[in-house]
């Protein structure tokens, strides 16, 4: 078996007696004092997150001389300087290799932000679709990254870091001091919630993490808490909700796909937009407290329609909530559908999009 | 009287020909933040270590098996609505329901504490 990767936080985490486990490997703190209660916090106060598993590239160059226009379904020239896009690395299928997001640092610059598991493979994937393969390295192994998320993030990291931050817009970031250094503070995240991203030089993370912590409005907390942060949105998680077998536009994320420029895979999607898709994500909620979760099956009128892609339960909402992939017929707001698993049975509903719409994220 | 306990986790306690059963304490502290508990319906009668129940937590789905055969005669119904009942005292508050109708010899295939405790520690 693969040997483990720690980020530089590991020990900190097992001084806060984090439960560990490994995750795209890494080995990742799951829960510290709780997953409900750390969702709660963030969900209220600010929660810290440790996300130095992700990784990072640095695209250097024009963005069209060096062919990184062409790598992705958005258009990178576009970006304004101090943006960021979400968006896809497709293959030739439309399949989606990953999502990801890229920081327009500069007019000839780009930072590629990827999923943890499939980092090595995007790197590799980037790289043999540009036309200058020198531009791109891979700096995941001196950037740290900690996630700041919550209600009163803004206020904290204000504090902590000056007022330039207060003024940053939803997914744009500024290039700041901290801790005497370069880094990078974003406006962007996965919870619902107003919050920031800050990458920092590896070897300051720890100090940063430490620093944050002695905020009693900051809570560290794990992927568990995460996981049912970015499912109550609906956003997708990729490995469960997005893989190389689905298409974004079968996963309902069409909006981060631009087919008026080039891309590998965009012949895949024109041919999926004239056939129609044989699968369609859906967002269901469950009449109980029961959590659907990945794999189990979705019935329509006592038929198989479909799999959950991911489930957990909602602390907000008090019930089981789920995304899943199902046949068209089966996808209309309001369907019902049964939710089966050996012996576990549980009635549904179709429903829109976030199932959580209290979060800060816009304020 | 004293709890017993089996090797799945679930602890019961017999007062007259009664049983009250539950998940131990160790069980609720692995699973996590519990979020829904499938009780039993009363009535039902089930033979020992077979499944008698279910539990969820955020992190999981498991089965609970009757540490001894039985008749249930009552459940927990406040479970139902807060199932973190489990979290703040599996073998108090938390218990899933009561069995009637058993057969002591039975207690005789379980741990008591002290054994539970050392089989813990093997774990």
């Known amino acids: ?363 | 009287m004293a709890k017993f306990y089996t090797k799945e986790h679930e602890w019961v306690e017999m007062a007259g020909a009664q049983a009250t059963v539950g998940i131990s304490e160790h069980a609720a502290h692995e699973l996590g933040d519990i979020t829904f508990v499938e009780l039993p319906k009363i009535g039902k009668s089930v033979k020992q270590f077979e499944a008698l129940a279910a539990i969820e937590s955020v992190k999981a789905a498991s089965d609970i098996y009757a540490p001894v055969s039985g008749k249930v005669a009552e459940v927990n119904q406040a479970l139902d609505e807060a199932p973190e009942l489990v979290n703040q005292g599996a073998e108090l508050q938390g218990w899933i329901c009561k069995l009637e109708g058993v057969n002591e010899a039975e207690l005789g295939a379980l741990m008591d504490a002290a054994a539970y405790d050392e089989y813990l520690k093997g774990l």
Not at chain 1, 271 to 290: C, H, I, L, N, T
Request: some cysteine.
């Open chain 1, 1 to 363: 078996m693969e040997e483990l990767k720690a980020t530089p936080l590991c020990a900190d985490h097992e001084n806060l007696k984090a439960l560990m486990a490994p995750f795209g490997g890494w080995l990742m703190p799951i829960q510290y004092s709780g997953i409900i209660a750390e969702h709660k916090w963030c969900r209220e106060q600010a929660a810290l997150f440790d996300i130095c598993h992700m990784g990072e590239f640095l695209c250097k160059g024009d963005p069209v001389a060096n062919g990184l226009e062409d790598v992705f379904t958005f258009s990178v020239k576009s970006i304004p300087v101090g943006r960021s896009r979400y968006g896809f690395l497709l293959n030739d299928a439309g399949g989606v290799i990953d999502d990801l997001i890229v920081f327009r640092l500069g007019e000839d610059e780009a930072m590629i932000v990827v999923n943890a598991a499939t980092s090595d493979n995007d790197f590799a994937v980037i790289r043999s679709r540009l036309k200058d393969p020198a531009a791109l390295t891979d700096i995941s192994a001196r950037t740290g990254k900690v996630d700041v998320q919550g209600p009163l993030s803004r206020e904290i990291m204000v504090q902590h870091f000056g007022p330039a931050i207060r003024d940053i817009p939803f997914f744009k970031f500024i290039r700041t001091s901290i801790l005497g250094i370069d880094a990078i503070v974003s406006r962007t995240g996965y919870t619902g919630e107003l919050g920031y991203e800050i990458f920092i030089s590896a070897d300051k993370v720890v100090e940063l993490w430490r620093l944050l912590l002695e905020d009693p409005r900051v809570a560290p907390a794990g992927l568990g808490a995460r996981d049912l942060l970015r499912l109550e949105m609906g956003y997708s998680l990729y490995g469960n909700d997005l893989d190389e077998t689905i298409t974004p536009l079968t996963a309902g994320l069409s909006t981060f796909v631009n087919m008026n420029k080039e891309f590998v895979g965009k012949p895949a999607l024109e041919r999926e937009m004239g056939q129609g898709s044989p699968r369609m994500k859906v967002a269901f909620k469950v009449d109980s407290r029961r959590a659907p979760r990945h794999f189990y099956q979705i019935l329509h009128d006592g038929e198989e329609v479909g799999l959950v892609t991911s489930g957990a339960f909602s602390p907000m909402l008090s019930c089981g909530i789920g995304l899943g992939l199902v046949r068209p017929e089966a996808a209309a707001l309001g369907t019902r559908l049964t939710i089966r698993h050996e012996k576990v049975e549980m009635e549904a509903q179709v429903v829109e999009l976030p199932f959580y719409a209290g979060g800060s994220l816009r304020s």
